[in-house]
């Protein structure tokens, strides 16, 4: 590993916004009491990479409190460090695998699911690793308030239309779709956020994929 990455790592252990693997664990149903200290809405970002989505939601909505969840800590520690240098308290960060969520929040704690262009597990044989598989969205079912909303970006088509295929078979409630968000009448200013991965594939003129759909 390299110096840089072990002084991120290092860092982020002081950071009072992170929490890591087993940190976490004592905040189930408990976020908004014990870490924001206020009642307001839950949402989480999946896979947030440098966390640029947590903290300018967080920015554009300060009656709302964001987790973003990823497991690489070197990633975080970007949005960490942004939100403890711009004084943003309504975010924080939360450094463990997806697949063990239902250990980190309380049925019916969160309001609201941003997946920000996950890893697309493109192999068959890695299927359940997608984070729109269902058994990831019974977990988020679990997780989220009645209608709850869920939201998906990605540069990936084939992810983009396998999940639209499991919202269908599922019978989920699909509200918006788009194969090409920036030429859509849909792109307002929460849709163009941009984090560092969508920057790339853009100026690449890769079209973004978006979906929002909740449980019935």
């Given at each position: 590993?390299?110096?840089?990455?072990?002084?991120?790592?290092?860092?982020?252990?002081?950071?009072?916004?992170?929490?890591?693997?087993?940190?976490?664990?004592?905040?189930?149903?408990?976020w908004?009491?014990?870490?924001?200290?206020?009642?307001?809405?839950?949402v989480?970002?999946?896979?947030?990479?440098?966390?640029?989505?947590?903290?300018?939601?967080?920015?554009?909505?300060?009656?709302?409190?964001?987790i973003?969840?990823?497991?690489?800590?070197?990633?975080?520690?970007?949005?960490?460090?942004?939100a403890?240098?711009?004084?943003?308290?309504n975010?924080a960060f939360?450094r463990?695998?997806?697949?063990?969520?239902?250990?980190y929040?309380?049925?019916g704690?969160?309001?609201?699911?941003?997946?920000?262009?996950?890893?697309?597990?493109?192999?068959?044989?890695?299927?359940?690793?997608?984070?729109?598989?269902?058994?990831?969205?019974?977990?988020?079912?679990?997780?989220?308030?009645?209608?709850?909303i869920?939201?998906?970006?990605?540069?990936n088509?084939?992810?983009?239309?396998?999940?639209?295929?499991?919202?269908?078979?599922?019978?989920?409630?699909?509200?918006?779709?788009?194969?090409?968000?920036?030429?859509?009448?849909?792109?307002?200013?929460?849709?163009?956020?941009?984090?560092?991965?969508?920057?790339k594939?853009?100026?690449?003129?890769?079209?973004?994929?978006?979906?929002?759909?909740?449980?019935?």
């Amino acid at each position: 590993m390299g110096k840089d990455k072990l002084r991120r790592f290092a860092e982020i252990a002081t950071f009072n916004n992170v929490y890591e693997l087993e940190e976490g664990h004592s905040l189930k149903g408990k976020w908004n009491k014990e870490h924001f200290k206020n009642d307001h809405p839950l949402v989480l970002e999946l896979a947030c990479g440098k966390g640029e989505y947590s903290v300018n939601l967080a920015r554009l909505f300060p009656e709302k409190n964001f987790i973003g969840i990823d497991y690489k800590g070197n990633r975080i520690w970007r949005g960490a460090k942004t939100a403890l240098e711009e004084e943003i308290n309504n975010v924080a960060f939360l450094r463990i695998q997806i697949e063990s969520i239902l250990d980190y929040f309380d049925k019916g704690e969160v309001s609201e699911i941003w997946i920000t262009f996950p890893d697309p597990q493109p192999q068959i044989s890695r299927e359940k690793k997608r984070l729109t598989f269902p058994g990831f969205l019974e977990k988020y079912r679990t997780i989220l308030k009645p209608h709850g909303i869920l939201h998906l970006k990605t540069d990936n088509d084939a992810l983009h239309a396998y999940t639209h295929e499991k919202i269908a078979e599922l019978g989920l409630q699909l509200h918006v779709r788009t194969e090409d968000l920036y030429r859509s009448d849909f792109a307002d200013e929460v849709l163009s956020i941009k984090t560092y991965y969508e920057k790339k594939y853009l100026a690449h003129e890769k079209n973004i994929n978006y979906l929002k759909f909740s449980f019935h």
